[in-house]
């Protein structure tokens, strides 16, 4: 379904993706993790266009993406859930959810609200209320909502269990299983909370300054030496 190859992105001179060969194969979840600064974030914005690759390139569904604006791209469908949730604060869940629609036929807004407020039911409780006052869990469930509004057949998510506790990343990692396999949405995850990011994976790769330097079955990079040591903290 997406097929990065050979991807380069820089920021003036820094050079942030060094090469990048990965896929995303229809129907998985796969899931990148690595380090603060690996480039997993930039590897997200250039599959929306936002840098764009430098060298190389992106395939969505056979369709050349690595040159085309951000809300093509979009069309096409792909959506991201961004680190940091980016959602607009003083605009209710009602108008957080009417943006992410914004690209759709407003004749699916109904039954995609419905499908939302049946993932979020906490979103429905709240959509009157101003997005900026709720809390960090439920921003981030108003986050992937906003993006599931647009329709995506492939959804990307920055490190969606930043900042949250313990029992809203359970909750919020069984959802994105949930979309995976009942909505059937393909889902690329960017994490650093690797345990549970790897458990949900099909499969997964990880970055390191700018490269994929391993990649297998989640269970497979979960039980592997070097992945422990690195990234699960106390061999959890
Ligand atoms: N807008 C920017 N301008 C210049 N350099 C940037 C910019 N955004 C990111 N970088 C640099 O690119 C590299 C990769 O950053 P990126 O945010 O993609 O990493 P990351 O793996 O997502 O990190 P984190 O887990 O901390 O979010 C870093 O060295 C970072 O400093």
């Known amino acids: 379904m997406l097929k990065i190859e050979g991807v380069h992105t820089f920021y003036g001179n820094i050079e942030a993706l060094k090469g990048i060969d990965m896929e995303v194969n229809e129907g998985e979840i796969v899931t990148l993790i690595g380090a603060n600064g690996a480039g997993k974030t930039t590897l997200l914005m250039t599959c929306c266009g936002s840098p764009q690759a430098t060298k190389g390139r992106i ?14 791209i979009c069309q096409l469908g792909i959506q991201q859930s961004p680190e940091g949730r980016r959602i607009f604060p003083r605009m209710s869940v009602y108008e957080n959810l009417q943006m992410g629609a914004c690209t759709q036929d407003p004749k699916h807004f109904d039954s995609d609200l419905e499908m939302v407020f049946d993932l979020f039911p ?15 869990g439920e921003q981030q469930m108003l986050a992937i909502g906003r993006a599931l509004m647009g329709r995506p057949r492939l959804l990307l998510l920055d490190e969606p269990s930043l900042g949250l506790a313990p029992l809203v990343v359970k909750q919020i990692f069984e959802t994105i299983e949930k979309i995976n396999r009942e909505n059937k949405v393909t889902v690329f995850l960017v994490e650093q909370n690797a345990f549970h990011a790897l458990k949900l994976a099909h499969r997964g790769y990880v970055m390191v300054n700018g490269n994929i330097t391993m990649s297998g079955g989640g269970a497979e990079l979960l039980a592997n030496p070097e992945v422990r040591a690195a990234y699960l903290e106390g061999g959890h």
Request: proline share 3%; no cysteine.
């Open 122 to 136: 906490r979103l429905k409780e709240r959509i009157s209320q101003r997005a900026g006052t709720m809390s960090g």
């Open 59 to 72: 395939l969505f569904e056979g369709n050349d993406i690595s040159r085309m604006p951000t809300h093509e």
